[in-house]
């Protein structure tokens, strides 16, 4: 197995680590092998999508909340 085949999916895995860890929530990392590598970047994506999707959750129940702060300063 070339070098290339081991340290070129994990230095793409490692930007897109590092891309979530700053914030960019749409990060996601090819995993064309059924490798460990390729495994990793299926639970990264995995990772990614729930973190997501719960911040998104989480954004919406404070809108919500807000709305009913509202609602009651108007009563």
């Known amino acids: 197995l070339p070098i290339c085949h ?3 999916p994990l230095a793409t895995l490692d930007a897109a680590t590092r891309r979530l860890a700053t ?3 749409t990060v996601r990392a090819p ?3 059924n490798d460990e590598i390729g495994r990793a970047a299926i639970s990264f994506n995995s990772m990614a999508e729930r973190l997501s ?3 998104s ?3 919406a129940q404070q ?3 807000q709305t009913l702060q509202i ?3 108007h009563v």
Request: without cysteine; proline residues 0%; hydrophobic residues 50%.
């Open 6 to 8: 081991v340290i070129t």
């Open 23 to 25: 914030g960019d929530l």
């Open 31 to 33: 995993s064309a092998n």
């Open 53 to 55: 999707a719960q911040i």
């Open 57 to 59: 959750l989480a954004e």
């Open 63 to 65: 809108q919500f909340l």
């Open 71 to 73: 609602g009651r300063a």
